[in-house]
């Protein structure tokens, strides 16, 4: 069964960082794609940023460059997100999720399956 | 970025009822969308991806439809199982897939 199981929940200060986890199992973890979902309290999903499976390329999401950073560690089939310079703005629930693709002709189409448990992190003075 | 929007926001329906979301991307996506159930206090889960296309092991009671910038996701006859909230997302061109607002369905 693909599952990928996250870190716990955090209680960081205005200004720390925070790093998640995200640990694949069931699948070819090398194979797939890693996207990074927020979900603040009462709001959308939000995408963060993704890290490409054969290449280790990365892509954020503007509004985060510059404080968001993904990697990932295969002999462990994890990855991580880590994010700098909390604010209150911050606190929502994380998530990751592997990215599917299914292909015909010369379209794509993914979508993100499974995901994460989730992780709170609570942004607080 | 591409504008993800749906409606309504919420519904109460009856069991055995036929319920309607749509989702209406601000430009045209083709087939490139994506619709999640998530139920509180767990993760999203895929129900039908490519517009129309199942997710195996979803029920056949969902059913999507649409292309361009009108989307449409049915179930066919409402069970007490179906409530939580749905999401719709884009997947068109290179990320941010940008996501809906949901929709929030409950049961009477």
């Known amino acids: 069964q693909v599952q990928l199981v996250q870190s716990g929940a955090e209680v960081k200060k205005p200004g720390a960082s925070v790093k998640i986890s995200c640990k694949a199992s069931g699948h070819a973890f090398n194979n797939y794609a890693i996207h990074w979902v927020r979900q603040a309290p009462g709001q959308r999903f939000e995408w963060m940023g993704w890290s490409n499976a054969a290449n280790g390329y990365t892509k954020y999401a503007q509004e985060f460059q510059g404080r968001v950073t993904i990697t990932r560690d295969t002999s462990a089939s994890a990855a991580y997100m880590e994010l700098n310079n909390l604010r209150s703005e911050d606190t929502a629930v994380y998530y990751c999720a592997r990215g599917q693709r299914d292909c015909s002709g010369t379209n794509c189409y993914y979508w993100f399956d499974p995901w994460g448990q989730g992780t709170l992190v609570t942004v607080s003075s | 970025d591409i504008q993800m929007t749906q409606s309504p926001s919420s519904l109460s329906a009856s069991v055995g009822d036929r319920v309607t979301i749509t989702c209406r991307a601000s430009?045209?996506?083709?087939?490139?969308l994506t619709w999640y159930q998530q139920t509180p206090g767990r993760a999203p889960q895929v129900l039908i991806y490519a517009a129309s296309s199942l997710q195996g092991g979803v029920p056949s009671r969902f059913s999507g439809g649409g292309s361009g910038t009108d989307f449409t996701l049915t179930i066919s006859s409402l069970q007490p199982e179906d409530f939580g909230t749905y999401y719709c997302?884009?997947?068109?061109?290179?990320?941010?897939?940008?996501f809906g607002q949901g929709t929030k369905v409950e049961i009477k």
């Open positions: 997302q884009h997947s068109y061109g290179t990320p941010p897939w940008t």
């Open positions: 430009q045209n996506i083709g087939t490139y």
